[in-house]
C-alpha cells in the first residue's frame, strides 16, 4: 500500500541521562541512563505511523550498530522505513540530559543525516503521498528538493524548521504549503524574512502580541498556514483568512518533554489524513498526541498509539 504520509528527515540515536538538575559549567552529577531511537524525522514518522496512518520514513545512517538497531525497530512497529546507508558517516546522535521538572538540554551530532542525498529520495512515494512532512535536521538541499517535488505533484508539504540554522534558506518557504515552528524558531524566521521588518525580533516579544498583531506579523512570511506551538500553553493557528487559538491540555504528568515538538507534528499530519485536510482538526489532534507523548520517557518510544489517542479524547471531550 502507498503511504499516505512520507516523512524525510533525521534519524539520532538518543543517548539519555536523566538527573535531578542539570549540571553547572564544570560540575558532574549523578544520573541514569537510556538509549533508544530518536531524531526529528524519525520521531514524527513514529507519531504519525502509531496514530493509524499509513507512513513512511526516509533518512540516512551510518554503517553501524545504531542503523541495525533502527531497521530492527521500525520492522517491529510495523512503519514503513528507507534508510540510506553512508559507509563513511556514523549514525546521528543526540546527548540528551532530562531533570526532575522533565525539561531537557540536547546537543545533536548529525552524521550520516548531513548527506542525505536527492538519489536517496524515493521520488514516485513523494509525488503519491497525500502528505510530505520534513525538518532541518538533515541535508538542507535535498530538504528543498523534498518540497519542491511534493509541492509541484499537488502534495501537501509541511515544513517544521527544526532546529533552525544558521544556513537556513528562506526561499525554502515557497515550496511549504504548512509551516510548524516552535517560539525560538518562528522569532529566528520572522528575522530572517524581509517582508517582516524585524530584525531583533524574539520569542518574548512573541507573548507580548495580541492574538491580531501575531496573526499580522506571520501572514508576512508568506506561507499560507502557519502553526507556531506554543510549548505548555498550546499553539497558535494562522491561516489565510483566520486565526485561532488552541490551548494545551491540563492535568498531565509531565515526565519528559523531548520530543514533545515531534509528537505534535506527526500526530499534526496523522490528523491532516483522517480529517481530509481540515488543519484546525488536525492541531487538535497534534496537540493531544504531544500531550500524551510527556507522560512518558524517551522519545520515539513516548508517541502514543491510536487506540491510546482515541481513549485519551474521549476522556477529555
Known amino acids: 500500500m502507498k503511504p499516505h504520509v512520507v516523512v524525510v528527515g533525521s534519524f ?3 543517548l ?5 538538575a542539570f549540571p553547572r559549567a564544570g560540575e ?5 541512563f537510556v538509549t533508544g531511537p ?3 524525522g524519525s520521531n514524527q514518522a513514529v507519531a504519525c505511523g502509531r496514530a493509524g496512518v499509513s507512513t513512511l520514513y526516509v533518512g540516512a545512517v551510518g554503517d553501524d550498530a545504531f542503523a541495525r538497531d533502527a531497521a530492527t525497530f521500525y520492522r517491529v512497529e510495523k512503519i514503513g522505513a528507507r534508510f ?3 559507509p563513511r558517516e556514523a549514525t546521528g546522535t543526540a546527548a540528551i540530559l532530562v531533570n526532575r521538572e522533565g525539561q531537557n538540554e540536547i546537543i545533536v551530532a548529525l552524521g550520516a543525516n548531513a548527506v542525505l542525498a536527492r538519489k536517496d529520495i524515493p521520488v514516485e512515494a513523494v509525488r503519491s503521498a497525500r502528505v510530505v512532512v520534513c525538518q532541518c535536521e538533515s541535508n538542507l538541499a535535498t530538504t528543498g528538493y523534498v518540497l519542491k517535488t511534493a509541492r509541484a505533484a499537488g502534495v501537501t508539504t509541511v515544513l517544521n524548521p527544526a532546529p533552525m540554522r544558521a544556513d537556513f534558506d528562506p526561499q525554502l518557504l515557497r515550496h511549504v504549503d504548512i509551516l510548524i515552528p516552535n517560539e525560538t524558531e518562528f522569532a529566528a524566521l520572522v528575522n530572517q524574512v524581509p517582508a517582516s521588518g524585524e530584525t531583533e525580533f524574539t520569542a518574548e516579544r512573541l507573548h507580548e502580541l495580541s492574538s491580531e498583531g501575531l496573526h499580522a506579523l506571520i501572514r508576512s ?3 499560507a498556514n502557519v502553526i507556531v506551538t506554543l510549548g505548555g500553553k498550546g499553539c497558535f493557528l494562522s491561516l489565510p483568512d483566520r486565526f485561532e487559538s488552541i490551548p494545551a491540555y491540563t492535568g498531565i504528568n509531565v515526565v519528559d518533554t523531548t520530543g514533545a515538538g515531534d509528537a505534535f507534528v506527526g500526530g499534526f499530519a496523522a ?6 485536510g481540515d488543519i484546525a482538526a488536525a492541531a487538535r489532534y497534534g496537540t493531544a498526541v504531544a500531550a500524551l507523548s510527556v507522560t512518558k520517557f524517551g522519545t520515539a518510544p513516548s508517541m502514543p498509539r491510536k487506540t491510546e489517542i482515541a481513549r485519551f479524547l474521549k476522556r477529555r471531550g
Do not use: I, N, P
Open 221 to 223: 512570511l508568506g506561507v
Open 84 to 86: 540510506a546507508v553512508k
Open 16 to 20: 539519555t541521562w536523566k538527573c535531578d
Open 12 to 14: 539520532v540515536q538518543d
Open 28 to 32: 558532574t552529577v549523578v544520573g541514569k
Open 38 to 40: 530518536g531524531g526529528k
Open 271 to 276: 490528523g491532516l489524513v483522517q480529517f481530509e
